[in-house]
């Protein structure tokens, strides 16, 4: 995807502020047994072509409005991803500015999920 130098420049700007993880990393978590939310923020036709296994979906366009009814709790663990890592962090800096602080974007979204055939939903 060929994005604008506008968009990239306010993507890294979030991204000095935000934590990122990998898959593999989100992987040794859930095989941990440790608890925390995986968000799927894309679209709703994104969502319905096919999302991470376990996941939850939140779209950007409703995340701040809904995210405090589906996790209450500011510490919990949150791990957000998108199509490839720009919109995630996008969203994990408005939930950090929120009061979440556990807040995590998944590098490489779901584009890196599925190619470490992390298994996915339809």
């Known amino acids: 995807m060929d994005h ?3 968009f990239l420049a306010v993507v890294e700007d979030a991204k000095s502020r935000v ?3 990998t898959v593999e990393e989100v992987l040794a978590r859930r095989a941990r047994g440790a608890a925390f939310e995986l968000i ?3 679209e709703d036709r994104e969502w319905n072509d096919g ?3 376990g996941a ?5 366009g409703i995340l701040e409005r809904d995210i405090e009814k589906a996790v209450p709790d500011l510490d919990a663990e949150i791990v957000l991803y998108c199509g ?3 919109r995630s962090a996008l969203a994990a800096d408005m939930l950090q500015k929120m009061g979440y602080r556990n807040v995590w974007s998944m590098a490489g979204g779901i584009r890196a ?5 992390a298994g ?3």
């Open 4 to 6: 604008s130098t506008r």
């Open 19 to 21: 934590r990122e993880t």
């Open 40 to 42: 799927d923020v894309r």
């Open 51 to 53: 999302h991470a296994a």
């Open 56 to 60: 939850r979906h939140l779209g950007r």
């Open 84 to 86: 490839g890592g720009f």
């Open 113 to 117: 999920w599925r190619d470490a055939k």
């Open 120 to 122: 996915e939903e339809p």
